[in-house]
């Protein structure tokens, strides 16, 4: 909830700055998600009075002014605005000012005329220009006439630009705290102050006598209906104060009628409507559920479908408005309205909460029904909202309010145990402290003894049911940070990481010792992914697991790859001109096995820029299997898979157990998600490489022989793998090969087609004795043999 602190203050003294105000309320329970302050880009801007306008000597478009800004002497300003006259209240930046989008106002010269500053409109202050008044907004903002101005006070005072804005998150059980005086009552009892409730006295100036009919046909859906006619209406813009409360509190203004029901809403918690009297005819409301099969068209001029589970408003014939939802687009405040009917009413909080989920239909005052709002809240509304249009001249209020109420909210009556209360939070309250907690929340306090305290309850305070709501009550004013920590007693075990998930963590780590961010995706996913990497019909990757009650079907399956979701942060990024991409995900995929979905754990890299290739993505993998204990693995092509590349795609294999797919993506692929650059990923089975990895570090002396290299340089075939070479060179050396590096890959000129040329380094070593050329010459040339038996190779002449 959006909280503007200006007109907080009007409730409650605030003596502490916004962000500590803000930390105060989260540890008592009001969570403080942010602070926003408003005005800090201006500054320098004062009010000026006008007291000269002069025409400009040299420009028929310019005229010369002297402003008062609270000096000894006037300062000259020279402006083309043309809505200006002597004895107006304007903003004025001084010299060296700054304002919203980083302005910067200093003195200077108009055609010869030196001017000291500039007067401001309303753009130029940050206000937008359709919330004000219309004479307002061609020209310079012209402060309203009937308010007396210092000349010099700083603008953002007379605006209301010198507070903060603060957003609260509020849970669901807390719905009183969804207006103003609600946030206004916690913040009385965090900072030990008193609220200061609205002083509501209603003049009725009409001499007719409210005579409106009403009926409630369901009492259980509609506990209290309360109704007050307005006559004389005049519609018309709200006043500025008002406009800017509603929009710091994220409403639209619309007219003062409106805008006066919101605001009430706002500052009371209870919804609210005004009807147009035309529209009700024999001044009759009947309260009673839809007929199935009927339409209406709510404000937002959308057609609804309704049944006979869903309350209406309506004038005994015609539907007006769905109870506690939205407002009719025919009985609504018109331009020309000159009567209205104010409503304010009990709705039960479940009939709300399904017709607006049937409707699909949310609204400020649907979202504060289907939470529950205290019957009594009804009343302090509706007198609440005729004295706003006494006050602002929008209407006169006509005698009496028709006030049908078949369901009474009795008084709650609670009794707890201090005692007990207290040894549940571990800390000795003294009694005195413990009811003053109490009393500063409303509860009305009758201490019997240490073991019985009988509470009435506030009407407002819904949520309180059982002594465990008074233990939070208590907690949380007393404050979290006072109670001190004690150790657990009992057979308790220290929680510890398992070696799964000491796993998990080395994995994360290397990877971003690799230099990848860490990305987090949801596990609900659309199917259209599927179709977007090209999955076939038959692949086991479209057995999933689907959602019985999805949110839409972008969320109606979980997901069996986590190629999709990379390749969705890949394109969110390339799209916002990110040119490199080196990005990585831990998470689930999920197969359904007997309708019960099955969790294996998951790691997805993917790389996309200028830099990327398949080498480097191969580098990143292999430090991943080195640094977790998986040596033993080979790469095997896999032309298959229609997610990737042709001929640059590869299965990870270790002991028969397919581990990952490593490869660049199909081009077909990238297309679908509208990525331009190469894009290289791999999908790693963290299970399966879990298993096989051993993590135990063996000694290996340093080796007290020198060694002897042999370079060579083979004629292959294309299709011959490095991994093959490498087999034959490892399983013929007869204990003597050390190492075995690829040092280059030739084809060129002086190479036939279909061939290649790779080089080798191949290091031999003996443990026991210093190797002669003799001693490897049998090996090598073995080598050599194999080599060209099995692979056709031939050596190169060098």
Known sequence: MLVSLKWLREYVDIDIDAQAFGDKMTMTGTKTETVEFLGENVSKVVVAKIIEIKAHPDADKLVVTQVDVGEKNPIQIVTGAKNIRVGDYIPLALDGAKLPGG?????????????????????????????????????????????EYTPGQDIREVLGLNDAIIDFELTSNRPDCRCMIGIAREAAVTLDKDVKYPKIDVKEESDIQNDVSISIE??????????????????????????????????????????????????????????????????????KNAKDGDTFITL?????????????????????????????????????????????????SENIRRTSKTLGL?????????????????????????????????????????????????????????????????????????????????????????????????SFRLDIQQEADIFEEIARIYGFENIPSVQLKGNTTAGIKSDKQKYIDKIKDTAIACGLYETLTYSFVSPKGLDKIRVPKDSKLRDVVKLINPL??????????????????????????????????????????????????????????????????????????????????????????TSFHPGRCANIVANGVHLATIGEIHPLV?????????????????????????????????????????????????????????????????????ACELFDVYKGDQIEDGYKSIAYSIVYRSLDRTLTDSDIASVHDNILKELEEKLDAKLREQ
């Open 103 to 147: 302005v910067e106002i200093y003195n200077g010269v108009l055609r010869g005329i030196e001017s000291n500053g500039m007067m401001c409109s309303s753009k130029e202050l940050g206000i937008d220009e359709k919330y004000i008044e219309e004479y307002k907004r061609d020209g310079i903002f012209i402060l309203d006439m009937e308010k």
């Open 218 to 287: 369901n009492p259980e859906l509609c506990q209290r209906y309360m109704a007050r006619r307005i006559t004389d209406v005049k519609i018309e813009k709200s006043p500025y104060w008002m406009q800017r409360r509603l929009i710091e509190s994220g409403v639209r203004p619309i007219n003062n009628i409106v805008d006066i029901t919101n605001y009430v809403m706002l500052e009371l918690g209870q919804p609210m409507h005004a009807f147009d009297m035309r529209e009700i005819e024999n001044n009759t409301i009947v309260v």
């Open 300 to 348: 937002d001029e959308q057609e609804r479908k309704l049944d006979s589970t869903m309350l209406m408003i309506t004038n005994g014939e015609k539907n007006l408005s769905i109870a506690g939802i939205m407002g009719g687009e025919e009985s609504g405040v018109k331009g020309d309205t000159k009567e209205i009917m104010l409503e304010t009413a009990s709705f039960d």
């Open 362 to 458: 949310r609204s400020e005052s649907s979202s504060r029904f289907e939470k529950g709002i205290a019957i009594a809240t009804a009343e302090i509304a509706m007198e609440r909202a005729a004295q706003l249009i006494e006050m602002l001249g929008a209407g006169k209020v006509m005698n009496g309010v028709v006030d049908v109420n078949p369901v009474k909210q009795e008084k709650q009556i609670l009794t707890v145990s201090p005692r007990k209360i207290n040894k549940r939070i571990g800390i000795d309250i003294e009694m005195d402290r413990f009811c003053k907690i109490l009393e500063d929340l409303e509860f009305k306090c009758n201490l019997i003894s240490e073991d019985e305290l009988v509470l009435e309850i506030p």
């Open 552 to 641: 839409g079907e972008d969320t109606s399956i979980m997901r069996t790859t986590m190629i999709p979701n990379m390749l969705d942060v890949i394109y969110t990024n390339t799209s916002r001109k990110v040119e490199k991409v080196s990005i990585f995900e831990c998470g689930h995929v999920f197969t359904p096995e007997d309708m019960a979905g099955v969790e294996e754990t998951r790691i997805c890299i993917g790389l996309c820029g200028d830099d990327a290739d398949f080498f480097k993505l191969k580098g990143i993998v292999e430090k991943i299997f080195d640094r977790s204990g998986l040596l033993e693995h080979e790469y095997i092509a896999d032309s298959n898979n």
């Open 670 to 738: 990238q297309e679908n998600y509208g990525i331009s650059k190469r894009i290289y990923m791999a999908e790693i089975n963290l299970d399966e490489a879990y298993k096989l990895s051993d993590s135990t570090i063996v000694f290996k002396p340093l080796p007290k022989y020198p060694s002897i290299t042999r370079d060579i340089a083979l004629l292959v075939d294309d299709s011959v793998e490095v991994a093959q070479i490498e087999s034959i060179i490892k399983n013929n050396g007869e204990g003597l090969v050390d």
